[in-house]
Protein backbone atom coordinates (compact mmCIF):
# COMPACT_ATOMS: atom_id res chain seq x y z
CA UNK A 1 0.00 0.00 0.00
CA UNK A 2 2.62 2.53 0.61
CA UNK A 3 4.69 1.48 -2.20
CA UNK A 4 1.59 1.91 -4.07
CA UNK A 5 1.09 5.68 -2.67
CA UNK A 6 5.08 6.41 -2.77
CA UNK A 7 4.48 5.61 -6.51
CA UNK A 8 1.76 7.45 -7.06
CA UNK A 9 3.43 10.77 -5.29
CA UNK A 10 6.25 10.08 -7.59
CA UNK A 11 4.25 9.74 -10.22
CA UNK A 12 2.30 13.31 -9.91
CA UNK A 13 5.49 14.67 -9.13
CA UNK A 14 7.07 13.24 -12.39
CA UNK A 15 4.04 14.41 -13.77
CA UNK A 16 3.77 17.73 -12.78
CA UNK A 17 7.41 18.56 -13.55
CA UNK A 18 6.98 17.14 -17.13
CA UNK A 19 3.92 20.22 -16.80
CA UNK A 20 6.35 22.37 -16.00
CA UNK A 21 8.49 21.72 -18.55
CA UNK A 22 6.51 21.04 -21.25
CA UNK A 23 4.72 24.52 -20.15
CA UNK A 24 8.17 26.52 -20.24
CA UNK A 25 9.06 25.10 -23.78
CA UNK A 26 6.16 26.64 -24.93
CA UNK A 27 6.37 30.00 -23.15
CA UNK A 28 10.09 30.54 -24.60
CA UNK A 29 9.26 28.79 -27.59
CA UNK A 30 9.87 32.54 -30.04
CA UNK A 31 12.52 32.98 -28.65
CA UNK A 32 14.18 29.72 -29.30
CA UNK A 33 12.56 29.38 -32.89
CA UNK A 34 13.58 32.93 -34.12
CA UNK A 35 17.41 32.25 -34.17
CA UNK A 36 16.90 28.66 -35.41
CA UNK A 37 14.66 29.88 -38.60
CA UNK A 38 17.30 32.54 -38.92
CA UNK A 39 19.93 30.39 -39.26
CA UNK A 40 17.88 28.34 -41.64
CA UNK A 41 17.03 30.87 -44.08
CA UNK A 42 20.20 31.88 -44.13
CA UNK A 43 21.66 28.17 -44.73
CA UNK A 44 19.03 28.14 -47.51
CA UNK A 45 19.77 31.34 -49.18
CA UNK A 46 23.69 30.01 -49.29
CA UNK A 47 22.57 26.63 -51.32
CA UNK A 48 20.46 28.44 -53.18
CA UNK A 49 23.29 30.55 -54.09
CA UNK A 50 26.15 28.36 -54.60
CA UNK A 51 22.99 26.20 -56.68
CA UNK A 52 22.55 29.39 -58.75
CA UNK A 53 26.71 30.03 -59.22
CA UNK A 54 27.02 26.45 -59.85
CA UNK A 55 24.12 27.13 -62.86
CA UNK A 56 25.65 30.65 -63.91
CA UNK A 57 29.58 28.84 -64.08
CA UNK A 58 28.75 25.39 -65.87
CA UNK A 59 25.49 25.48 -67.96
CA UNK A 60 25.18 29.43 -68.81
CA UNK A 61 28.70 30.19 -69.11
CA UNK A 62 29.97 26.95 -68.71
CA UNK A 63 31.37 27.40 -72.57
CA UNK A 64 33.39 31.06 -71.66
CA UNK A 65 34.88 29.84 -68.56
CA UNK A 66 35.89 27.01 -70.19
CA UNK A 67 38.02 28.53 -72.95
CA UNK A 68 39.37 30.45 -70.25
CA UNK A 69 40.70 27.99 -68.50
CA UNK A 70 42.06 26.48 -71.44
CA UNK A 71 43.31 29.35 -73.04
CA UNK A 72 44.59 31.21 -70.23
CA UNK A 73 47.56 29.11 -70.88
CA UNK A 74 47.34 27.71 -74.44
CA UNK A 75 46.38 29.85 -77.45
CA UNK A 76 46.87 28.24 -81.12
CA UNK A 77 48.07 30.72 -83.78
CA UNK A 78 48.02 29.84 -87.41
CA UNK A 79 50.72 31.29 -89.69
CA UNK A 80 49.71 32.64 -93.27
CA UNK A 81 52.42 30.65 -96.16
CA UNK A 82 54.50 33.62 -98.22
CA UNK A 83 53.07 32.97 -101.56
CA UNK A 84 55.01 32.32 -104.78
CA UNK A 85 57.36 35.30 -106.34
CA UNK A 86 56.77 35.66 -109.60
CA UNK A 87 59.86 36.68 -112.47
CA UNK A 88 59.49 37.61 -116.09
CA UNK A 89 61.90 35.49 -118.61
CA UNK A 90 64.97 36.72 -117.43
CA UNK A 91 64.55 37.03 -113.66
CA UNK A 92 63.01 39.93 -113.13
CA UNK A 93 60.99 40.07 -110.38
CA UNK A 94 57.31 41.02 -111.31
CA UNK A 95 55.05 40.11 -107.89
CA UNK A 96 56.42 39.52 -104.42
CA UNK A 97 55.17 39.76 -100.70
CA UNK A 98 55.06 42.64 -98.13
CA UNK A 99 54.11 42.47 -94.48
CA UNK A 100 50.33 43.40 -93.97
CA UNK A 101 49.12 43.96 -90.50
CA UNK A 102 45.91 43.67 -89.31
CA UNK A 103 43.91 44.70 -86.56
CA UNK A 104 42.43 41.36 -84.87
CA UNK A 105 40.03 41.56 -82.03
CA UNK A 106 38.90 38.63 -79.42
CA UNK A 107 35.47 39.81 -78.11
CA UNK A 108 35.56 37.43 -75.09
CA UNK A 109 38.70 39.28 -74.06
CA UNK A 110 37.07 42.73 -74.22
CA UNK A 111 35.38 43.67 -70.73
CA UNK A 112 33.86 46.53 -72.70
CA UNK A 113 32.82 45.79 -76.39
CA UNK A 114 32.13 49.73 -76.80
CA UNK A 115 34.72 51.52 -75.46
CA UNK A 116 37.32 49.27 -76.89
CA UNK A 117 35.75 49.73 -80.45
CA UNK A 118 35.56 53.51 -80.10
CA UNK A 119 39.18 53.53 -78.59
CA UNK A 120 40.22 51.77 -82.01
CA UNK A 121 38.21 53.79 -84.08
CA UNK A 122 39.83 56.99 -82.70
CA UNK A 123 43.33 55.12 -83.02
CA UNK A 124 42.45 54.15 -86.63
CA UNK A 125 41.39 57.41 -87.97
CA UNK A 126 38.16 55.74 -89.35
CA UNK A 127 34.20 56.11 -88.46
CA UNK A 128 33.55 53.82 -85.64
CA UNK A 129 30.42 52.46 -87.64
CA UNK A 130 32.61 50.83 -90.08
CA UNK A 131 34.05 48.74 -86.84
CA UNK A 132 30.22 47.92 -84.86
CA UNK A 133 29.13 47.13 -88.57
CA UNK A 134 32.27 44.04 -89.24
CA UNK A 135 31.03 43.02 -85.20
CA UNK A 136 27.16 43.07 -86.12
CA UNK A 137 28.14 40.51 -89.25
CA UNK A 138 30.39 38.56 -87.01
CA UNK A 139 27.79 37.69 -84.62
CA UNK A 140 27.38 33.94 -85.85
CA UNK A 141 30.94 33.60 -85.20
CA UNK A 142 31.97 32.31 -81.89
CA UNK A 143 32.92 34.79 -79.72
CA UNK A 144 36.46 33.23 -79.01
CA UNK A 145 37.11 33.40 -82.39
CA UNK A 146 39.58 36.40 -84.05
CA UNK A 147 37.83 38.89 -85.81
CA UNK A 148 39.39 41.21 -88.61
CA UNK A 149 38.40 45.09 -87.45
CA UNK A 150 40.95 46.36 -90.41
CA UNK A 151 42.93 44.72 -92.76
CA UNK A 152 46.34 45.98 -94.02
CA UNK A 153 46.52 48.95 -91.36
CA UNK A 154 48.97 51.47 -92.43
CA UNK A 155 51.75 52.55 -90.70
CA UNK A 156 50.45 55.67 -89.22
CA UNK A 157 47.80 54.01 -87.33
CA UNK A 158 49.63 51.01 -86.69
CA UNK A 159 52.41 53.63 -84.61
CA UNK A 160 49.20 54.88 -82.81
CA UNK A 161 47.82 51.78 -81.73
CA UNK A 162 51.13 49.73 -80.96
CA UNK A 163 51.80 51.68 -77.38
CA UNK A 164 47.75 51.27 -76.59
CA UNK A 165 47.83 47.23 -76.60
CA UNK A 166 48.67 46.75 -73.09
CA UNK A 167 45.30 48.66 -72.38
CA UNK A 168 43.35 47.20 -74.76
CA UNK A 169 42.70 43.38 -73.76
CA UNK A 170 41.79 41.16 -76.94
CA UNK A 171 43.13 43.63 -79.45
CA UNK A 172 46.18 42.49 -81.19
CA UNK A 173 48.02 43.15 -84.28
CA UNK A 174 48.61 39.99 -87.14
CA UNK A 175 51.43 40.00 -89.66
CA UNK A 176 50.60 38.24 -92.61
CA UNK A 177 52.23 38.21 -95.97
CA UNK A 178 50.21 40.45 -98.70
CA UNK A 179 50.57 40.49 -102.33
CA UNK A 180 52.65 43.14 -103.84
CA UNK A 181 52.90 43.92 -107.68
CA UNK A 182 56.13 45.45 -108.43
CA UNK A 183 54.31 46.81 -111.43
CA UNK A 184 51.01 47.97 -110.85
CA UNK A 185 48.57 47.33 -113.70
CA UNK A 186 51.16 46.03 -116.16
CA UNK A 187 50.33 42.73 -117.52
CA UNK A 188 47.60 42.79 -114.92
CA UNK A 189 45.09 40.81 -117.03
CA UNK A 190 47.80 37.97 -117.40
CA UNK A 191 49.26 37.74 -113.91
CA UNK A 192 46.00 38.38 -112.34
CA UNK A 193 44.98 39.44 -108.66
CA UNK A 194 44.06 37.93 -105.25
CA UNK A 195 40.77 38.42 -103.23
CA UNK A 196 39.17 35.88 -100.49
CA UNK A 197 38.09 32.96 -101.39
CA UNK A 198 34.72 32.47 -101.90
CA UNK A 199 31.70 30.17 -99.98
CA UNK A 200 31.54 28.17 -103.52
CA UNK A 201 35.06 27.62 -103.70
CA UNK A 202 35.34 26.42 -100.29
CA UNK A 203 32.99 23.67 -101.32
CA UNK A 204 34.99 22.44 -103.89
CA UNK A 205 37.41 19.80 -104.55
CA UNK A 206 40.33 22.51 -105.84
CA UNK A 207 40.14 24.80 -102.99
CA UNK A 208 40.00 21.44 -100.25
CA UNK A 209 42.14 22.93 -96.93
CA UNK A 210 41.90 26.49 -97.53
CA UNK A 211 40.35 28.46 -94.89
CA UNK A 212 38.02 31.23 -94.79
CA UNK A 213 39.58 34.44 -95.04
CA UNK A 214 42.24 32.89 -97.26
CA UNK A 215 43.27 34.99 -100.30
CA UNK A 216 43.48 33.15 -103.60
CA UNK A 217 44.01 33.96 -107.46
CA UNK A 218 41.04 35.32 -108.92
CA UNK A 219 42.30 35.14 -112.68
CA UNK A 220 45.50 35.01 -114.90
CA UNK A 221 48.83 33.58 -113.80
CA UNK A 222 47.99 33.88 -109.95
CA UNK A 223 44.55 31.65 -110.73
CA UNK A 224 46.17 29.07 -113.19
CA UNK A 225 48.76 28.30 -110.96
CA UNK A 226 47.26 29.02 -107.82
CA UNK A 227 48.26 25.05 -106.20
CA UNK A 228 52.07 25.96 -107.21
CA UNK A 229 51.69 29.36 -105.43
CA UNK A 230 49.67 29.21 -102.49
CA UNK A 231 51.96 27.23 -99.73
CA UNK A 232 51.53 25.78 -96.53
CA UNK A 233 49.90 26.94 -93.94
CA UNK A 234 52.22 26.85 -90.17
CA UNK A 235 51.13 27.31 -86.82
CA UNK A 236 52.52 28.40 -83.47
CA UNK A 237 51.03 27.27 -79.56
CA UNK A 238 51.38 30.54 -77.47
CA UNK A 239 51.16 30.98 -73.76
CA UNK A 240 49.23 33.96 -72.74
CA UNK A 241 47.66 35.66 -69.67
CA UNK A 242 44.11 35.71 -68.63
CA UNK A 243 43.47 38.68 -70.88
CA UNK A 244 44.84 37.47 -74.10
CA UNK A 245 48.33 39.29 -73.79
CA UNK A 246 51.57 36.42 -75.37
CA UNK A 247 53.92 35.67 -72.46
CA UNK A 248 56.34 32.84 -74.44
CA UNK A 249 56.02 30.91 -77.52
CA UNK A 250 55.73 27.23 -77.26
CA UNK A 251 55.83 25.64 -80.18
CA UNK A 252 55.98 26.54 -83.53
CA UNK A 253 55.45 24.76 -86.75
CA UNK A 254 56.91 27.17 -90.12
CA UNK A 255 55.32 27.48 -92.74
CA UNK A 256 56.33 26.24 -96.25
CA UNK A 257 56.46 29.25 -98.67
CA UNK A 258 54.48 28.44 -102.54
CA UNK A 259 57.00 27.86 -104.86
CA UNK A 260 58.38 30.44 -107.34
CA UNK A 261 57.14 31.14 -111.18
CA UNK A 262 59.18 32.40 -114.22
CA UNK A 263 56.65 33.57 -117.05
CA UNK A 264 57.70 33.83 -120.32
CA UNK A 265 57.06 37.42 -120.97
CA UNK A 266 59.60 40.03 -121.34
CA UNK A 267 58.50 43.19 -118.85
CA UNK A 268 60.16 45.60 -121.05
CA UNK A 269 58.22 44.26 -124.21
CA UNK A 270 55.11 44.27 -122.09
CA UNK A 271 55.32 47.57 -120.97
CA UNK A 272 56.33 48.28 -124.46
CA UNK A 273 53.18 47.02 -126.27
CA UNK A 274 51.16 48.11 -123.66
CA UNK A 275 52.77 51.84 -124.24
CA UNK A 276 51.29 51.20 -127.86
CA UNK A 277 47.57 50.85 -126.66
CA UNK A 278 47.91 53.60 -124.56
CA UNK A 279 44.23 55.83 -124.62
CA UNK A 280 42.83 52.97 -127.53
CA UNK A 281 40.79 49.93 -126.15
CA UNK A 282 42.41 46.97 -127.88
CA UNK A 283 44.76 43.93 -127.10
CA UNK A 284 48.19 42.93 -128.81
CA UNK A 285 49.76 39.69 -128.18
CA UNK A 286 53.57 38.77 -129.15
CA UNK A 287 54.52 34.72 -129.71
CA UNK A 288 57.65 33.20 -130.27
CA UNK A 289 56.73 31.04 -133.21
CA UNK A 290 58.85 28.62 -133.08
CA UNK A 291 57.50 27.21 -129.87
CA UNK A 292 54.17 29.57 -128.37
CA UNK A 293 55.87 31.33 -125.87
CA UNK A 294 53.63 34.38 -124.91
CA UNK A 295 56.36 37.25 -125.00
CA UNK A 296 53.51 39.27 -124.48
CA UNK A 297 50.03 40.11 -124.02
CA UNK A 298 48.69 43.43 -123.07
CA UNK A 299 44.80 44.74 -123.05
CA UNK A 300 43.88 47.75 -122.72
CA UNK A 301 42.08 49.69 -120.59
CA UNK A 302 43.69 47.62 -117.84
CA UNK A 303 43.35 47.75 -113.44
CA UNK A 304 44.87 48.89 -110.37
CA UNK A 305 45.61 45.22 -109.01
CA UNK A 306 46.84 46.96 -105.85
CA UNK A 307 43.59 47.85 -105.40
CA UNK A 308 42.25 44.18 -104.72
CA UNK A 309 45.09 44.15 -102.27
CA UNK A 310 43.84 47.01 -100.68
CA UNK A 311 40.17 46.47 -101.11
CA UNK A 312 37.29 47.65 -102.50
CA UNK A 313 34.44 50.25 -101.31
CA UNK A 314 31.18 49.11 -102.38
CA UNK A 315 31.11 52.48 -104.73
CA UNK A 316 34.29 51.68 -106.05
CA UNK A 317 33.26 47.97 -106.78
CA UNK A 318 30.51 49.24 -108.51
CA UNK A 319 32.15 52.09 -110.64
CA UNK A 320 34.61 49.29 -111.95
CA UNK A 321 32.32 46.80 -112.70
CA UNK A 322 29.83 48.85 -114.82
CA UNK A 323 33.21 50.78 -116.02
CA UNK A 324 32.11 51.52 -120.32
CA UNK A 325 35.10 50.75 -121.04
CA UNK A 326 35.24 46.94 -119.50
CA UNK A 327 38.96 47.13 -117.92
CA UNK A 328 38.49 44.19 -115.93
CA UNK A 329 37.95 42.01 -119.75
CA UNK A 330 41.04 40.47 -121.12
CA UNK A 331 40.52 41.15 -124.81
CA UNK A 332 43.42 39.30 -125.68
CA UNK A 333 41.86 35.99 -124.86
CA UNK A 334 38.47 36.95 -123.51
CA UNK A 335 36.89 38.76 -126.26
CA UNK A 336 36.10 37.76 -129.57
CA UNK A 337 36.23 39.96 -133.01
CA UNK A 338 35.97 39.85 -136.67
CA UNK A 339 39.10 39.07 -138.08
CA UNK A 340 38.45 41.40 -141.20
CA UNK A 341 41.01 40.78 -143.93
CA UNK A 342 43.22 38.84 -141.73
CA UNK A 343 41.35 35.87 -142.65
CA UNK A 344 42.33 35.98 -146.33
CA UNK A 345 45.73 34.10 -145.74
CA UNK A 346 43.48 31.34 -143.81
CA UNK A 347 41.21 31.21 -147.27
CA UNK A 348 44.31 31.46 -150.08
CA UNK A 349 45.68 28.31 -147.78
CA UNK A 350 42.32 26.33 -148.12
CA UNK A 351 42.08 27.44 -152.19
CA UNK A 352 45.65 26.52 -152.89
CA UNK A 353 45.16 22.77 -150.55
CA UNK A 354 41.87 22.19 -152.00
CA UNK A 355 43.00 22.98 -156.03
CA UNK A 356 40.06 25.65 -156.40
CA UNK A 357 42.76 28.32 -157.61
CA UNK A 358 46.32 28.09 -158.94
CA UNK A 359 48.59 30.73 -157.78
CA UNK A 360 49.40 32.68 -161.02
CA UNK A 361 45.51 32.52 -162.43
CA UNK A 362 43.87 35.51 -162.23
CA UNK A 363 40.61 37.17 -161.64
CA UNK A 364 39.19 41.08 -162.58
CA UNK A 365 38.15 43.17 -159.77
CA UNK A 366 35.67 46.01 -160.96
CA UNK A 367 34.91 47.27 -157.42
CA UNK A 368 32.07 44.60 -156.57
CA UNK A 369 31.24 41.04 -156.85
CA UNK A 370 27.59 40.38 -158.17
CA UNK A 371 25.44 37.57 -156.56
CA UNK A 372 21.71 36.70 -156.37
CA UNK A 373 21.30 40.57 -157.73
CA UNK A 374 23.21 42.04 -155.44
CA UNK A 375 26.66 43.56 -155.01
CA UNK A 376 29.33 43.03 -152.84
CA UNK A 377 31.79 45.66 -152.63
CA UNK A 378 35.47 45.39 -152.31
CA UNK A 379 36.90 48.22 -150.13
CA UNK A 380 38.60 49.83 -153.01
CA UNK A 381 35.44 51.28 -154.56
CA UNK A 382 37.62 51.03 -158.26
CA UNK A 383 38.19 47.71 -158.07
CA UNK A 384 41.81 46.19 -158.49
CA UNK A 385 41.60 45.36 -161.93
CA UNK A 386 42.90 41.86 -162.65
CA UNK A 387 44.86 40.38 -159.63
CA UNK A 388 46.13 36.61 -159.16
CA UNK A 389 46.40 34.58 -155.08
CA UNK A 390 50.08 37.28 -154.77
CA UNK A 391 48.32 40.42 -155.47
CA UNK A 392 45.18 39.81 -153.77
CA UNK A 393 46.81 39.43 -150.71
CA UNK A 394 49.09 42.26 -151.12
CA UNK A 395 46.41 44.62 -151.96
CA UNK A 396 43.56 42.88 -150.16
CA UNK A 397 41.56 42.53 -152.93
CA UNK A 398 37.89 41.17 -151.26
CA UNK A 399 36.24 40.62 -155.00
CA UNK A 400 39.29 37.67 -155.31
CA UNK A 401 38.42 36.06 -151.64
CA UNK A 402 34.60 36.50 -152.40
CA UNK A 403 35.25 34.39 -155.49
CA UNK A 404 37.56 31.88 -153.20
CA UNK A 405 34.48 31.49 -150.71
CA UNK A 406 32.22 30.67 -153.58
CA UNK A 407 34.20 27.93 -155.32
CA UNK A 408 35.09 26.42 -151.48
CA UNK A 409 31.74 26.41 -149.27
CA UNK A 410 31.39 27.53 -146.18
CA UNK A 411 32.64 24.32 -144.58
CA UNK A 412 36.02 23.83 -146.14
CA UNK A 413 36.94 27.29 -145.50
CA UNK A 414 36.49 26.08 -141.55
CA UNK A 415 37.72 23.36 -142.17
CA UNK A 416 41.65 24.90 -142.80
CA UNK A 417 40.19 27.64 -140.30
CA UNK A 418 40.31 25.39 -137.39
CA UNK A 419 43.45 23.31 -138.57
CA UNK A 420 45.52 26.80 -138.01
CA UNK A 421 44.08 27.13 -134.45
CA UNK A 422 40.84 29.51 -134.91
CA UNK A 423 37.53 28.70 -133.16
CA UNK A 424 38.34 26.76 -130.15
CA UNK A 425 40.08 27.34 -127.13
CA UNK A 426 44.02 27.77 -127.54
CA UNK A 427 44.49 25.72 -124.37
CA UNK A 428 46.67 28.31 -122.66
CA UNK A 429 45.42 27.31 -119.72
CA UNK A 430 43.99 30.84 -118.14
CA UNK A 431 40.52 31.05 -117.60
CA UNK A 432 37.81 32.79 -119.25
CA UNK A 433 38.96 32.24 -122.61
CA UNK A 434 36.30 33.08 -125.53
CA UNK A 435 36.69 30.01 -128.12
CA UNK A 436 35.93 32.14 -130.86
CA UNK A 437 33.21 30.92 -133.67
CA UNK A 438 33.95 29.66 -137.26
CA UNK A 439 31.11 28.76 -138.49
CA UNK A 440 29.71 25.91 -140.43
CA UNK A 441 26.47 24.61 -142.34
CA UNK A 442 25.69 22.24 -139.21
CA UNK A 443 26.29 24.85 -136.72
CA UNK A 444 23.90 27.37 -138.58
CA UNK A 445 21.54 24.84 -138.97
CA UNK A 446 21.60 23.81 -134.84
CA UNK A 447 22.08 26.75 -133.60
CA UNK A 448 19.40 29.20 -135.33
CA UNK A 449 17.27 26.10 -137.47
CA UNK A 450 17.71 27.86 -140.63
CA UNK A 451 20.36 26.39 -143.56
CA UNK A 452 23.03 28.16 -144.54
CA UNK A 453 22.53 30.67 -147.25
CA UNK A 454 25.32 30.68 -150.21
CA UNK A 455 25.18 34.92 -149.66
CA UNK A 456 26.65 33.95 -146.22
CA UNK A 457 29.71 32.50 -147.71
CA UNK A 458 30.52 36.08 -149.44
CA UNK A 459 30.71 37.59 -145.42
CA UNK A 460 32.79 34.45 -143.92
CA UNK A 461 35.50 34.41 -146.87
CA UNK A 462 36.37 38.18 -146.12
CA UNK A 463 36.54 37.56 -142.58
CA UNK A 464 33.04 39.11 -141.63
CA UNK A 465 29.75 37.70 -140.92
CA UNK A 466 29.61 34.97 -138.09
CA UNK A 467 32.95 34.96 -138.18
CA UNK A 468 34.73 35.63 -134.78
CA UNK A 469 38.47 35.17 -133.32
CA UNK A 470 40.77 36.24 -130.40
CA UNK A 471 43.57 38.21 -130.93
CA UNK A 472 45.45 35.26 -128.73
CA UNK A 473 44.17 33.43 -131.48
CA UNK A 474 45.18 34.42 -134.90
CA UNK A 475 48.94 35.19 -133.02
CA UNK A 476 48.69 31.39 -133.25
CA UNK A 477 47.38 31.18 -136.37
CA UNK A 478 50.00 33.25 -138.06
CA UNK A 479 52.69 31.63 -135.93
CA UNK A 480 51.83 28.28 -138.07
CA UNK A 481 52.26 29.94 -141.31
CA UNK A 482 55.50 31.57 -140.19
CA UNK A 483 56.94 28.21 -139.30
CA UNK A 484 55.57 26.07 -141.84
CA UNK A 485 52.16 24.58 -140.20
CA UNK A 486 53.17 24.05 -136.84
CA UNK A 487 50.66 24.61 -134.64
CA UNK A 488 51.55 25.17 -131.06
CA UNK A 489 49.98 25.88 -127.47
CA UNK A 490 50.78 29.28 -126.33
CA UNK A 491 52.11 28.75 -122.92
CA UNK A 492 53.22 31.42 -120.26
CA UNK A 493 55.03 29.83 -117.41
CA UNK A 494 58.87 28.82 -118.71
CA UNK A 495 60.22 27.19 -115.19
CA UNK A 496 58.45 26.30 -112.21
CA UNK A 497 60.09 26.15 -108.71
CA UNK A 498 60.84 22.91 -107.57
CA UNK A 499 59.99 21.51 -104.25
CA UNK A 500 63.85 22.61 -103.35
CA UNK A 501 65.10 26.12 -104.27
CA UNK A 502 68.13 24.55 -106.07
CA UNK A 503 65.52 22.35 -108.26
CA UNK A 504 62.96 23.94 -110.87
CA UNK A 505 61.13 22.63 -113.62
CA UNK A 506 61.64 23.85 -117.39
CA UNK A 507 58.12 24.06 -119.46
CA UNK A 508 58.59 23.58 -123.42
CA UNK A 509 56.40 24.47 -125.97
CA UNK A 510 53.82 21.77 -126.81
CA UNK A 511 53.07 21.13 -130.80
CA UNK A 512 49.07 20.01 -130.97
CA UNK A 513 49.45 19.19 -134.48
CA UNK A 514 50.92 19.78 -138.18
CA UNK A 515 48.58 21.29 -140.15
CA UNK A 516 47.68 19.94 -143.51
CA UNK A 517 48.78 21.99 -145.88
CA UNK A 518 51.94 22.00 -148.35
CA UNK A 519 54.97 23.68 -147.52
CA UNK A 520 54.72 24.92 -151.37
CA UNK A 521 51.92 26.78 -150.54
CA UNK A 522 52.71 28.15 -147.01
CA UNK A 523 55.83 29.45 -148.79
CA UNK A 524 53.12 31.17 -151.27
CA UNK A 525 51.15 32.80 -148.75
CA UNK A 526 54.08 34.09 -146.85
CA UNK A 527 54.83 35.50 -150.26
CA UNK A 528 51.65 37.49 -150.01
CA UNK A 529 52.40 38.45 -146.52
CA UNK A 530 55.86 39.78 -147.12
CA UNK A 531 54.77 41.58 -150.14
CA UNK A 532 51.78 43.51 -147.80
CA UNK A 533 54.76 45.28 -146.13
CA UNK A 534 57.59 45.59 -148.71
CA UNK A 535 55.63 46.24 -151.92
CA UNK A 536 54.47 49.91 -152.86
CA UNK A 537 50.70 48.86 -153.33
CA UNK A 538 50.74 46.52 -149.69
CA UNK A 539 48.25 48.29 -147.65
CA UNK A 540 50.99 48.09 -145.14
CA UNK A 541 54.06 49.24 -146.72
CA UNK A 542 54.22 52.40 -144.26
CA UNK A 543 55.61 50.44 -141.66
CA UNK A 544 58.38 48.94 -143.89
CA UNK A 545 61.66 49.36 -142.50
CA UNK A 546 65.28 49.67 -143.79
CA UNK A 547 66.81 46.71 -142.79
CA UNK A 548 63.96 44.08 -140.87
CA UNK A 549 61.50 42.64 -143.03
CA UNK A 550 58.34 42.75 -141.95
CA UNK A 551 55.51 40.28 -143.11
CA UNK A 552 51.88 40.23 -142.10
CA UNK A 553 48.35 41.12 -142.80
CA UNK A 554 45.89 43.88 -142.37
CA UNK A 555 41.94 44.02 -141.14
CA UNK A 556 39.56 46.35 -140.82
CA UNK A 557 36.48 44.35 -139.24
CA UNK A 558 33.07 46.23 -139.69
CA UNK A 559 31.13 46.59 -136.40
CA UNK A 560 28.05 48.58 -138.16
CA UNK A 561 26.61 46.69 -141.44
CA UNK A 562 26.38 48.99 -144.77
CA UNK A 563 23.61 49.38 -146.67
CA UNK A 564 23.64 47.81 -149.64
CA UNK A 565 25.45 50.87 -152.39
CA UNK A 566 26.31 52.70 -149.07
CA UNK A 567 29.53 55.04 -149.88
CA UNK A 568 31.83 53.09 -147.47
CA UNK A 569 34.86 56.19 -147.17
CA UNK A 570 31.76 59.07 -146.28
CA UNK A 571 29.94 56.25 -143.97
CA UNK A 572 33.50 56.09 -142.25
CA UNK A 573 34.09 59.87 -142.18
CA UNK A 574 30.46 59.98 -140.74
CA UNK A 575 31.04 56.97 -137.95
CA UNK A 576 30.93 57.74 -134.50
CA UNK A 577 33.81 55.96 -132.21
CA UNK A 578 31.65 53.24 -131.53
CA UNK A 579 30.33 52.49 -135.09
CA UNK A 580 33.89 52.63 -136.52
CA UNK A 581 35.34 49.55 -137.82
CA UNK A 582 37.88 47.62 -135.49
CA UNK A 583 41.35 47.84 -136.90
CA UNK A 584 43.36 44.92 -137.21
CA UNK A 585 47.31 43.67 -137.94
CA UNK A 586 49.10 40.20 -137.60
CA UNK A 587 52.50 40.22 -138.37
CA UNK A 588 55.71 38.44 -137.93
CA UNK A 589 59.68 39.12 -138.61
CA UNK A 590 62.30 38.88 -139.46
CA UNK A 591 59.90 37.12 -142.69
CA UNK A 592 62.57 34.61 -143.31
CA UNK A 593 63.44 33.41 -140.00
CA UNK A 594 60.62 34.31 -137.79
CA UNK A 595 61.50 34.78 -134.36
CA UNK A 596 58.02 37.17 -132.99
CA UNK A 597 54.80 36.99 -134.55
CA UNK A 598 52.73 39.76 -132.79
CA UNK A 599 48.67 40.11 -133.50
CA UNK A 600 47.55 43.78 -132.50
CA UNK A 601 43.21 44.86 -132.74
CA UNK A 602 42.21 48.43 -131.54
CA UNK A 603 38.78 48.61 -131.16
CA UNK A 604 37.17 50.90 -133.01
CA UNK A 605 40.41 52.25 -134.60
CA UNK A 606 39.04 52.49 -138.17
CA UNK A 607 41.38 51.02 -140.52
CA UNK A 608 44.45 48.34 -139.69
CA UNK A 609 46.75 49.46 -141.72
CA UNK A 610 47.17 53.22 -139.78
CA UNK A 611 45.69 52.19 -136.55
CA UNK A 612 47.28 48.96 -136.19
CA UNK A 613 50.38 47.90 -137.95
CA UNK A 614 52.80 50.93 -136.82
CA UNK A 615 52.01 49.12 -133.32
CA UNK A 616 52.95 45.83 -134.36
CA UNK A 617 56.38 47.04 -136.19
CA UNK A 618 57.00 49.11 -132.76
CA UNK A 619 56.46 45.76 -130.56
CA UNK A 620 58.96 43.45 -133.21
CA UNK A 621 61.26 46.54 -133.45
CA UNK A 622 61.33 46.62 -129.85
CA UNK A 623 61.96 42.69 -129.13
CA UNK A 624 64.60 42.40 -131.71
CA UNK A 625 66.78 45.44 -131.13
CA UNK A 626 66.62 43.68 -127.45
CA UNK A 627 67.85 40.34 -128.96
CA UNK A 628 70.34 41.72 -131.09
CA UNK A 629 71.32 45.13 -129.35
CA UNK A 630 71.30 47.00 -131.95
CA UNK A 631 68.68 50.59 -131.89
CA UNK A 632 66.32 50.36 -135.06
CA UNK A 633 64.25 53.71 -136.27
CA UNK A 634 60.98 52.63 -137.20
CA UNK A 635 58.78 54.07 -140.03
CA UNK A 636 55.58 54.35 -140.09
CA UNK A 637 52.61 54.96 -142.60
CA UNK A 638 48.95 54.44 -143.94
CA UNK A 639 46.87 51.83 -146.30
CA UNK A 640 44.46 50.23 -146.10
Not at 12 to 21: A, C, K, S, Y
Not at 431 to 460: F, M, N, Y
Request: proline share 5%.
Amino acid sequence: MQTTEASLRNRGRTGTDWLQLVHWDVSESPAFQRPYLVAMVFLMIVVLGYTFRLWYLQLLHGAQYRYYSENNRIRLEEIQAPRGVIFDRSGTMLVENRPAFHLMLIREDVSDINETVESLAKLCQVDKASFFDILGASESIPRFIPIRLAADVDRDSLARIEPQLFRLPGVFVQVEPKREYQWNGVAAHLMGYMSEVSEAELKSESYRGYMRGEAVGKVGVEKAFEKVLHGKRGGRQLEVDAVGRRLRLLDEVPPVAGRNLWLTIDIELQKAAEACLKDRAGAIVALDPQNGAVLAMATSPAFDQERFVRGFTAQEWKALTEDPGHPLLNRALGAAYPPGSTYKPIVALAALQEDVIKPNVRIGCPGYYNFAGRDYRCWRERGHGSVDLHQALVQSCDVYFYTMGMRLGVDRIAKYAKMMGLGAKTEIGLDREHPGLIPTSLWKKSATGVPWQKGETLSIAIGQGFDLTTPLQMAVAYAAIANGGKVWQPYIVGRIEGERQDEAKEVTGKLRWQASVSRNNIDLVKAGLLGVVEEGRGTAHGIKHKSIAIAGKTGTAQVVRLAEGADRKRSAAAAKHKEKDHAWFVGYAPAQVPKIVVSALVEHGGHGSSAAAPLVQQVILNYLEKESGTSTDPKTGAGE
